[in-house]
């Protein structure tokens, strides 16, 4: 078995590798820098270019699935240039893949697997939602998810089977959102933000590359929620995780005000509600390796990570 992937070098991209790996299949990775480009045992580099709508048809050639994480990321400030690359980078990395496909027999590819994002379900502090929910919510993000399933939703006219993995917070040491969670509270400046009631919907990055791989093999299709069974708040978070660090929490809560200062439009990721259901996967067969909170963090924070201690290091640097 063979898998084409795009976004294959980034945080998500690499875990699935991993796992993909780890199952004896091979990968083909599609990346915009040509510096990037290898050639390994089961892991074989194309360049491509959507913003040109360029792509190494060859990369298509022995695969059997796709999955496809492209995307610009949300975690920089949402200025209006960069709010157009966030949703272009997203439909214009699909478009190319597609025209890629349409130029091929692509009767040997069984399934095609998009990432996709929880910030589609309405900002609310009393909601639990599940993959039935039709309401969009009315922020940028939500339109730029609506308008990414929608282009997603193009695939189907290919004989394979189609499915959108909404992805929630991920949680991993190597980068992401943790090591900028975890980098104030060990500087002894950590907080939660606003209320702190605001539900945070999680999963450990191991737990999404599974995900992913479960997906693919099964051939499923529709939309599945890629997110740990036990949302938690944004206060339960932030105090599990200076439990995991032994650092106390001293500072009162950052108010909504401050963090729209610092960070403009962006600071809406901050504050923003979604608890979010997994139980559609899981009645697929799923089970969750990391389904709570302080067990999670407890794991990847763990001696036998690597070596955290330089990992936490390295990513302090990359913040600062």
Same mark, same amino acid.
């Given at each position: 078995?063979?898998?084409?992937?795009?976004?294959?070098?980034?945080?998500?991209?690499?875990?699935?590798?991993?796992?993909?790996?780890?199952?004896?299949?091979?990968?083909?990775?599609?990346?915009?820098?040509?510096?990037?480009?290898?050639?390994?045992?089961?892991?074989?580099?194309?360049?491509?270019?959507?913003?040109?709508?360029?792509?190494?048809?060859?990369?298509?050639?022995?695969?059997?699935?796709?999955?496809?994480?492209?995307?610009?990321?949300?975690?920089?400030?949402?200025?209006? $240039?960069?709010?157009?690359?966030?949703?272009?980078?997203?439909?214009?990395?699909?478009?190319?893949?597609?025209?890629?496909?349409?130029?091929?027999?692509?009767?040997?590819?069984?399934?095609?697997?998009?990432?996709?994002?929880?910030?589609?379900?309405?900002?609310?502090?009393?909601?639990?939602?599940? #993959?039935?929910?039709?309401?969009?919510?009315?922020?940028?993000?939500?339109?730029?998810?609506?308008?990414?399933?929608? #282009?997603?939703?193009?695939?189907?006219?290919?004989?394979?089977?189609?499915?959108?993995?909404?992805?929630?917070?991920?949680?991993? /040491?190597?980068?992401?959102?943790?090591?900028?969670?975890?980098?104030?509270?060990?500087?002894?400046?950590?907080?939660?933000?606003?209320?702190?009631?605001?539900?945070?919907?999680?999963?450990?990055?191991?737990?999404?590359?599974?995900?992913?791989?479960?997906?693919?093999?099964?051939?499923?299709?529709?939309?599945?929620?890629?997110?740990?069974?036990?949302? /938690?708040?944004? $206060?339960?978070?932030?105090?599990?995780?200076?439990?995991?660090?032994?650092?106390?929490?001293?500072?009162?809560? /950052?108010?909504?005000?401050?963090?729209?200062?610092?960070? +403009?439009?962006?600071?809406?990721?901050?504050?923003?509600?979604?608890?979010?259901?997994?139980?559609?996967?899981?009645?697929? +067969?799923?089970?969750?390796?990391?389904?709570?909170?302080?067990?999670?963090? #407890?794991?990847?924070?763990?001696?036998?990570?690597?070596?955290? #201690?330089?990992?936490?290091?390295?990513?302090?640097?990359?913040?600062?």
């Amino acid at each position: 078995m063979k898998v084409l992937i795009t976004g294959a070098t980034g945080l998500v991209g690499k875990a699935i590798v991993k796992a993909l790996h780890e199952k004896g299949i091979s990968v083909n990775y599609l990346t915009t820098k040509r510096q990037k480009i290898g050639s390994a045992k089961d892991f074989n580099g194309f360049y491509w270019n959507p913003s040109k709508g360029e792509i190494d048809v060859s990369s298509l050639e022995g695969v059997s699935a796709i999955i496809n994480l492209a995307g610009a990321s949300i975690s920089k400030r949402w200025s209006s $240039a960069y709010k157009k690359k966030i949703l272009s980078s997203r439909i214009d990395s699909l478009r190319t893949l597609r025209k890629a496909l349409e130029q091929i027999d692509s009767t040997s590819i069984k399934s095609f697997v998009s990432a996709s994002a929880i910030g589609i379900y309405p900002n609310s502090l009393i909601n639990y939602y599940d #993959e039935n929910e039709a309401e969009v919510d009315d922020s940028f993000l939500g339109e730029v998810v609506e308008k990414w399933e929608s #282009e997603i939703d193009t695939f189907n006219t290919f004989n394979f089977s189609v499915s959108k993995v909404r992805i929630g917070i991920v949680l991993s /040491v190597l980068g992401g959102a943790l090591p900028k969670m975890a980098r104030p509270i060990q500087n002894f400046v950590g907080a939660a933000f606003g209320t702190g009631n605001q539900w945070q919907s999680w999963i450990h990055i191991e737990d999404l590359a599974q995900i992913f791989v479960f997906v693919l093999e099964n051939k499923l299709e529709g939309v599945f929620n890629a997110v740990a069974p036990n949302p /938690v708040t944004n $206060a339960k978070m932030t105090k599990e995780l200076a439990r995991i660090l032994n650092k106390p929490l001293i500072l009162p809560n /950052v108010p909504e005000f401050a963090m729209q200062l610092i960070l +403009g439009e962006m600071s809406y990721l901050l504050f923003a509600s979604q608890r979010v259901s997994c139980k559609h996967i899981e009645e697929k +067969g799923f089970i969750f390796q990391h389904p709570n909170i302080g067990a999670a963090f #407890e794991n990847l924070f763990s001696p036998g990570k690597k070596d955290n #201690e330089s990992q936490m290091t390295s990513m302090n640097k990359e913040f600062v």
